[in-house]
């Protein structure tokens, strides 16, 4: 929304008041977001002041007006102001000081440089320190606005410590609490969310929202407020990954005649597979029979279209600079013998097409280094020539070291991880669990074996 700076009021003394059962919450910026939660916000039963700049906001949502376009949104303002809940003003000090909660929804467009711009979210800022600065009590300052990680704190938290001369965790918190309002469904979305997350400075901010949200979510996710920042990035730039991948197959199946949305139908009834959790946690690169074959297939129809497929056509890139990243990590710990747990291209089985370790191998032995490999379904004796065939035209790495294979591979792991400089993990069992966090050799986790990074220094993963 476009604001400009919130004006700062001048300190004046305010009786204590008498905090309501339910906490009373401020609402700063009355676009979009601003409007839709203070409506639902009132809606279950807060008290609420609105607060903006534009005028017409203002007299709109203080009239139950809705000041845009949304299902339900004008009801809902309505009967807000009718049982009294809600009101508007300009002045933002004035709101803090009024309420127990304050929610910062401001714009925060894109700067000159393509990066975030904190025009407004400062201005809130300052505004909201003299609002603290003049009242007794504990104030929980809530950012909603889409910013890069670490805003909040760097940005944010500092403004209102200097403005209300007050220290954050005694006398004032701050959270993150991202929205997942669509528009056009948005005050559905906030009584049924999809998700609730929660990243706070402490855990009485992350109970004070918890409370808030309880009618409608009784499970937040509860978080840091860096973590909670990302994930607000992150849900938006896969919705945009979804879209774009959903429009390359549009593009891709017309010229064959084939009904893209027939396609897509069958393709999201998976829910085991492609709508799920599953191959959506950083690891290392894809590999395997078909994944890599398949990428490639698809690169290949396209060109022969003439169909410019640039999210699919550049997958490959992707992976190899994953698998280029592990590389590196790896020749940073200037090893010159390095120990591999695991070769295939995952547990469970002994197939090697394409598996991504075996381009860090080639890699590591043209530079010299000495490699010694383990894998619990692989051995020394373990057939290769029909998987050589198959990936003749593929995978570069299997063909380069197909012949020297056998005398890097030891049945022993006691051999592999006993007398080298580095170890890398790529595979997941309580025996390399049980190596790498015993290993006294930098470890290259490329897994991410516990779910806590180890404390040692000398133990990193790829992607955490």
């Given at each position: 929304m476009d604001l400009t700076p919130f004006a700062t009021a001048p300190a004046t003394p305010v009786?204590?008041?008498?905090?309501?059962?339910?906490?009373?919450?401020?609402?700063?910026?009355?676009?979009?977001?601003?409007?839709?939660?203070?409506?639902?916000?009132?809606?279950?039963?807060?008290?609420?002041?609105?607060?903006?700049?534009?005028?017409?906001?203002?007299?709109?949502?203080?009239?139950?007006r809705s000041p845009i376009h949304e299902d339900r949104l004008g009801e809902l303002l309505s009967e807000g102001v009718e049982n009294g809940l809600?009101?508007?003003?300009?002045?933002?000090?004035?709101?803090?000081?009024?309420?127990?909660?304050?929610?910062?929804?401001?714009?925060?467009?894109?700067?000159?440089?393509g990066g975030c711009d904190y025009r407004y979210i400062e201005s809130a800022a300052r505004s909201i320190g003299v609002g603290i600065a003049q009242k007794d009590g504990f104030h929980t300052v809530v950012m909603r606005c889409s910013i890069p990680p670490g805003a909040t704190m760097k940005v944010m938290a500092?403004?209102?410590?200097?403005?209300s001369g007050k220290v954050l965790g005694d006398d004032f918190g701050i959270a993150f609490n991202p929205e997942f309002l669509r528009e056009g469904v948005a005050?559905?979305?906030?009584?049924?969310?999809?998700?609730?997350?929660?990243?706070?400075?402490?855990?009485?901010?992350?109970?004070?929202?918890?409370?808030?949200?309880?009618?409608?979510?009784?499970?937040?996710?509860?978080?840091?407020?860096?973590?909670?920042?990302?994930?607000?990035?992150?849900?938006?730039?896969?919705?945009?990954?979804?879209?774009?991948?959903?429009?390359?197959v549009g593009r891709l199946c017309k010229p064959l005649g084939v009904d893209s949305h027939e396609v897509m139908d069958v393709f999201v009834q998976d829910t085991k597979l492609n709508l799920s959790p599953y191959y959506l946690k950083p690891g290392f690169a894809y590999g395997g029979s078909c994944l890599p074959k398949e990428v490639r297939a698809v690169a290949h129809i396209a060109e022969n279209l003439g169909v410019d497929l640039p999210l699919i056509q550049h997958l490959g890139t992707s992976n190899d600079c994953h698998i280029a990243e592990a590389t590196e990590m790896v020749r940073k710990t200037g090893a010159k013998k390095v120990g591999v747990l695991g070769l295939a291209f995952k547990p469970g089985t002994d197939d090697l097409r394409e598996s991504p370790i075996l381009e860090v191998i080639a890699d590591l032995r043209a530079e010299g280094v000495d490699v010694v490999i383990h894998d619990p379904a692989i051995s020394p004796e373990t057939p290769l020539e029909g998987q050589?065939?198959?990936?003749?035209?593929?995978?570069?790495?299997?063909?380069?070291?197909?012949?020297?294979?056998?005398?890097?591979?030891?049945?022993?792991?006691?051999?592999v991880t006993g007398a080298v400089d580095a170890l890398i993990v790529t595979q997941r069992n309580d025996d390399y669990v049980e190596a790498a966090l015993s290993a006294d050799c930098p470890v290259i986790d490329l897994v991410r074996l516990t779910p806590e990074r180890p404390a040692k220094g000398t133990y990193d993963g790829i992607g955490w």
């Open positions: 009786a204590l008041r008498v905090i309501e059962e339910k906490p009373a919450i401020s609402i700063v910026g009355l676009g979009y977001v601003g409007a839709v939660s203070t409506a639902c916000l009132s809606s279950l039963g807060h008290r609420v002041v609105g607060v903006d700049l534009d005028q017409t906001k203002i007299a709109d949502v203080g009239a139950g809600i009101t508007t003003t300009d002045d933002l000090a004035y709101a803090v000081r009024d309420t127990d909660v304050t929610f910062v929804s401001v714009g925060t467009p894109t700067a000159a440089d500092p403004i209102i410590e200097k403005m005050v559905a979305d906030f009584h049924e969310p999809p998700k609730t997350v929660i990243g706070a400075t402490c855990d009485r901010s992350a109970n004070i929202l918890a409370r808030i949200y309880a009618p409608v979510d009784a499970a937040p996710v509860i978080t840091s407020i860096e973590t909670a920042e990302m994930v607000k990035y992150i849900d938006n730039v896969w919705h945009a990954t979804k879209v774009t991948f959903a429009n390359e050589l065939a198959y990936v003749q035209n593929g995978s570069q790495g299997l063909q380069d070291m197909a012949e020297h294979l056998p005398g890097m591979l030891r049945d022993d792991l006691a051999d």
